[in-house]
């Protein structure tokens, strides 16, 4: 097992390692010590059903914490996107309510980003605040949306609009977990994964280019949680370096946006990074043969660099990301593999920029 310590404003360790499921009773009990506060437990009701021959993880955590001295209680909803809605969050908050949950007791959120981001909402948000711990159970959220302390929903005029910044008490990464993964989930934590390689370290992109994690998964999703950390301790609202971790993303999100969500997020940012690289290489920015590098390593992991969308298209969504600061929109660029730097461009610019045409 690995422990990363975040030295963010409430400090808390994230804990890596297979079988971590059924450690948690006694990892709680350290931060809990004797007393044992009511557990509000959500999920979404994929996680809530995943078993395996006799395993079941979440229904046996339920028990194993119970037998431990922890009042449980259980919120589960439909799995999937279109559940991190504020009006989820209702619901949770009715239930939260029913069952007492006061500031001294615990959200606990296992699931994926999903499952993290509405439950570290509702946990920033009940009673102006209760602590809450995250059992990430996706790639992408053991390597990012568990990392950080962003928490939020989504709202019909934009993803991940209304949110607070909350950090949790503890995060425990159950790689075993990830056994029950589709291979399309899984592909898309792999774009996250890729990213930390191209913007901070390029001794791990080199490490993704040689092929499928295998045994040496754990060590790359401590090597990702471990680079997070580094960008968040430095800047934990997201004012400047922070946004080094969106690369890939303006372009990968204006490509989900346009499939009306059919394609995923990995993909999508798969495509984005590849798609800057291309553009940077074209103006200088970036040493030639880097688009071509992020390009094979993401195909070797099963996702897309592609599209046929037309860049006005994408560009257009690209001007309403909220992330634009009034005309003008940072772009994350790469220096080289390994090092990413911020780019402003103004909104109107932008075109010309992904053609190649900025510069001249
Ligand atoms: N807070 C942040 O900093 C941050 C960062 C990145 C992404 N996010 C958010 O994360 C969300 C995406 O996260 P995600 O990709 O984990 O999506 P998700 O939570 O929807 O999970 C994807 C699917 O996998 C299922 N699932 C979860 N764990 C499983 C397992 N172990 N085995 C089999 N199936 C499993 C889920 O039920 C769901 O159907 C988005 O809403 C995004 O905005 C947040
Ligand atoms: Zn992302």
Redesign the pocket.
Known sequence: MKTIHVAAGRPYDIRIGGGLLRELPALLTGICGERRPRLALIT????NA?ADGARR?VPDLQAALEAAGYPVCKFVFP???A??TLDTVQKVYGFLSANSITRTDLILAV???????LA?FAAATWLRGVSFVQV??????MV?????????V?IPEG??LV?AFWQPSFVACDTD??????AE?FA??MA?VIKYGAILDESLFSLLEAGAPGDRLREIIARCVDLKRQVVEEDERDRGLRQI?NFGHTFGHAIEKESAFSV???QGVAIGMALMARACERVGLTPAGTADRIARCCALHGLPTRTDYPLETLCAHAMGDKKRAGDRLTLVTLERLGKATLHPVGAAELPDFMKGGAGR
Do not use: I
């Open positions: 979404d009701d994929r996680v995943l993880p799995n999937g996107e559940s991190k699931g994926g980003g999903v499952v993290g981001d570290g990430p159970t996706t790639l992408l959220a990012d949306s568990s990392v950080g302390g962003k928490t939020g989504d993803k991940n949110g977990m990830l056994s029950f993964l589709p989930t898309d934590g996250e971790l995923t997020h990995g």
